[in-house]
Every structure is written in C-alpha cells, then in structure tokens.
C-alpha cells in the first residue's frame, strides 16, 4: 500500500506530466528545469528575478500571490499589472514577461512545458 507524505513545497516543485503523472521534485539555483507537462511552485521572493524577463510558448502561465505584491510586465501590453494577495493573473501563451517586486511577496505559478526561455537583465 502507498503512503501520503508530506512535500515541502519551500524546497520542491511538483510535475504534472502529459499523461497526469505527479512528482515531486527539488529544486536547484539556476535556470528551471523543463518538463513536458506543467509545473507547480511556490516562490518566496524578496527580489526580481535576476532575469530581463521570460516566455513559455507550450501554454498560458498562471500567477497567483498569497502574500505581497507584485507588479507584472508583458512586451505586448501597454499597462502593467498590479496584483495583491489573493489575486492572480493568466499570462498568455508566448507572451514576455516580467514579475517586479513591490512588496517580498509569495506566489504560485503553473508554468508549461517542456520550453521556455529567458532574456538577460539589461
């Protein structure tokens, strides 16, 4: 028989695999790993990220903060976007973006796969 144990999520993200498996996996420095299928994390952020901005064009992004406040960019919009606790947005397929800290801030993302890529900070 299977056991439920728990995933701490400050240290993992979960895969989501095209054909609905689930994992657990830790997370390292550096740019994300790629799966084809989806992957759920919890961010802790004090910081933007050491990035100029990112893309994934396998499907939307969704962004939800628990804590904080964020402001997101997109290259082909002309206003940006300010989300509090409790709030969430869906960045479209194949669209830059940019999330800026305003506040330390938590947030969940379901990020697509397997691509993706990101630009350097200018």
Same mark, same amino acid.
């Given at each position: 028989m299977k056991k439920l144990e728990p995933i701490d999520m400050r240290k993992h993200v979960i895969d989501v695999t095209k054909d609905w498996s689930i994992s657990a996996r830790a997370t390292r420095p550096g740019p994300p790993v790629r799966i084809d299928g989806v992957t759920f994390g919890v961010a802790t952020m004090t910081r933007?990220? %050491?990035h100029g &901005? $990112? #893309?994934?064009?396998d499907g939307d992004e969704i962004l939800y903060v628990v804590s &904080?406040? #964020?402001r997101i960019? !997109?290259?082909s919009?002309?206003?940006d976007l300010t989300l509090s606790p409790g709030?969430? !947005?869906i960045v479209p397929c194949g669209e830059w973006h940019r999330v800026h800290?305003? $506040?330390p801030t938590q947030l969940v993302h379901i990020?697509?796969? %397997?691509?993706g890529d990101h630009r350097l900070a200018t």
């Open positions: 933007d990220a %050491p &901005g $990112e #893309v994934h064009p &904080g406040k #964020v960019s !997109c290259d919009m002309t206003e709030q969430a !947005c800290l305003l $506040e990020t697509p796969g %397997p691509r």
